[in-house]
Nanobody, 126 residues
Framework: QVHLVESGGGSVQAGGSLRLACEHS????????VTWFRQAPGKEREGVAT????????LYAASVKGRFTISRDNAKMTVYLQMNSLKPEDTAMYYC???????????????????WGQGIQVTVSS
């Protein structure tokens, strides 16, 4: 059974850092696309960053590029999101989602993903 479990959220002041982790298990294939999304109250779900676990290829939303880094540890079946220089507008519920190849749709389209974690809160205060 496929599972995604997020950890590492919390509260931090603006300019601070947090690292989120997404443990992905139960997949029969080694390669998958794992993406971090976020959703703030009253806003649409937004793709933040994505990684292909086999190749390590990454893509980022413009709003986080240069501040956030997505990475993976395949031995631990975990994908990380290192978030630096956090801003109040980064406050949201963060979700990881996974997709198996072929990757037909855009990485930032939330309805491309079949499996989601439970979500974890990130709060950045000014």
């Amino acid at each position: 059974q496929v599972h995604l479990v997020e950890s590492g959220g919390g509260s931090v002041q603006a300019g601070g850092s947090l690292r989120l982790a997404c443990e992905h298990s139960g997949y029969s294939r080694n390669s998958k696309r794992v993406t971090w999304f976020r959703q703030a109250p009253g806003k649409e779900r937004e793709g933040v960053a994505t990684i292909i676990t086999a190749s390590g290829g990454t893509l980022y939303a413009a709003s986080v590029k240069g501040r956030f880094t997505i990475s993976r540890d395949n031995a631990k079946m975990t994908v990380y999101l290192q978030m630096n220089s956090l801003k109040p507008e980064d406050t949201a519920m963060y979700y990881c989602a996974a997709d198996l190849p072929p990757y037909d749709g855009a990485w930032y389209e939330w309805d491309e993903y079949d499996t989601w974690g439970q979500g974890i809160q990130v709060t950045v205060s000014s």
